[in-house]
């Protein structure tokens, strides 16, 4: 699609992707957010896909190293191993893929 859409207009094409190749996700999923045992609020990930990767979308002019703590909080609150960061402001999507493991 390019660069230069909305969040959101990436997040749904990329949904249509995951649905074509019958991958399990969840759009905007919920997890709670604990401190000292108690849940304080929900943070929302873009996407769980199978329940083990996190999936978070950034369209800006350069992945910087607070896109990659954040995603890391959200595998954290997650509970989950391993996200993906990805940046569709980019020429190449390739060059836009990050994978964190926590």
Do not use: W
């Not at 304080?40 to 996190?54: I, K, W």
């Not at 800006?60 to 993906?84: C, D, F, M, S, W």
């Not at 390739?94 to 926590?102: A, D, L």
Request: with cysteine.
């Amino acid at each position: 699609m390019g660069p230069g859409l909305l969040e959101r207009i990436y997040e749904n094409a990329l949904c249509v992707e995951l649905t074509k190749r019958n991958t399990r996700y969840v759009q905007q999923q919920p997890i709670a957010a604990k401190y000292k045992g108690q849940i304080v609020g929900d943070q929302f990930v873009d996407l769980m896909v199978e329940d083990r990767v996190v999936v978070e979308l950034e369209p800006v002019k350069e992945l910087r190293p607070i896109h990659e703590a954040q995603l890391i909080a959200y595998l954290k609150l997650a509970n989950v191993k391993t996200g993906l960061l990805i940046n569709f402001n980019v020429l190449t999507l390739k060059k836009g893929v990050r994978r964190i493991s926590v």
